[in-house]
C-alpha cells in the first residue's frame, strides 16, 4: 500500500466486530509508529495497550460511572471556549452528518446521549490504546503525539485494520490513570479504539468533509 492510499482512506471508525487483534500485530503497529518525528526526539509518548479481560474491565468500570452519573474534572479542555467560526461550523456539520447517518434526529437528546456513551465503549473494538505524556511537555511535544498517532493509524489501515482516535476519555482521567497505575508525573491525553470495522454500522457510512484548499492554503513563489 502507497502511504497515499493509506492517507485517504484513513477515518474514524464507529463499530468494530469482536474480532481478537493478533498481540503481535498490536504491539508491532506501535512500536513501527515510534519512528515519528519529535522534536529532540524527547519520543514524549507513552503508550498503554489494552485487550481482553483488562479491557472488558476497564469498560465495565466506565459504563458504571455513567448509569451513575459520575462526572471528573477533564484533563484539559477539548475544544477551545469559545469556538469560532469556521472550525464551530465544521464540528457541527460533522456532528449532524454522523447523527444523520445512524438515524438520531437534534431534538432527541437522550438518544444522542446513549450513542456518545458507546464512545466509553471503544465502540466495540476488542483492543485499545491510552497515550499519556509527561506534565512537563508543552504543545510542541503535543505535536509530536499527534505525529506518533497518525503512524499508528496509517499503519493500522496498512495492516487491515481500524481505528478511531478518541479525546473524549480525557475526561475520565483520574479513572483512566487510576486503572493504569499511570504515574502521576504523566497526564493522559487520549484513547484509540483499534479493530476489524463492522462494515454494517451505519456511522461507518460517514465520510468527514474537508475544507477546500483555498480556506487554509496559501502559496508564494
Not at 505535536?143 to 478511531?164: F, K, P, S
Not at 482516535?165 to 484513547?191: D, K
Request: hydrophobic share 45%.
Amino acid at each position: 500500500m502507497k502511504v497515499s492510499e493509506a492517507v485517504a482512506a484513513r477515518r474514524s471508525v464507529r463499530g468494530f466486530l469482536d474480532t481478537p487483534v493478533d498481540a503481535d500485530l498490536l504491539r508491532g503497529l506501535v512500536t513501527k509508529a515510534a519512528r515519528a518525528a519529535t522534536g529532540g526526539n524527547l519520543q514524549p509518548w507513552h503508550v498503554d495497550l489494552l485487550s481482553g479481560a483488562p479491557l472488558a474491565e476497564l469498560k465495565a468500570i466506565v459504563a458504571a460511572k455513567l448509569i451513575a452519573g459520575e462526572t471528573e474534572e477533564p484533563a484539559y479542555q477539548i475544544y477551545p471556549a469559545p469556538l469560532t467560526a469556521p472550525y464551530r461550523d465544521r464540528r457541527f456539520a460533522v456532528g449532524e452528518a454522523m447523527y444523520g447517518e445512524i438515524g438520531i434526529p437534534r431534538e432527541d437528546k437522550a438518544a444522542r446521549r446513549m450513542w456518545f456513551a458507546r464512545n466509553f465503549q471503544f465502540f466495540g473494538a476488542p483492543a485499545a490504546l491510552f497515550c499519556t505524556v509527561d506534565r512537563q511537555m508543552g504543545p510542541p511535544q503535543w505535536a509530536d503525539l499527534g505525529m506518533y498517532l497518525q503512524n499508528v493509524m496509517l499503519l493500522a489501515v496498512e495492516a487491515g485494520l481500524a481505528t478511531c482516535p478518541q479525546e473524549c476519555w480525557a475526561m475520565y482521567p483520574g479513572t483512566i490513570t487510576s486503572f493504569l497505575g499511570t504515574p502521576a508525573e504523566r497526564m493522559l491525553f487520549c484513547g484509540m479504539a483499534i479493530g476489524y470495522e463492522d462494515t454494517e454500522e451505519p456511522a461507518n457510512r460517514l465520510r468527514s468533509s474537508r475544507a477546500p484548499e483555498e480556506e487554509w492554503l496559501t502559496v508564494r513563489s
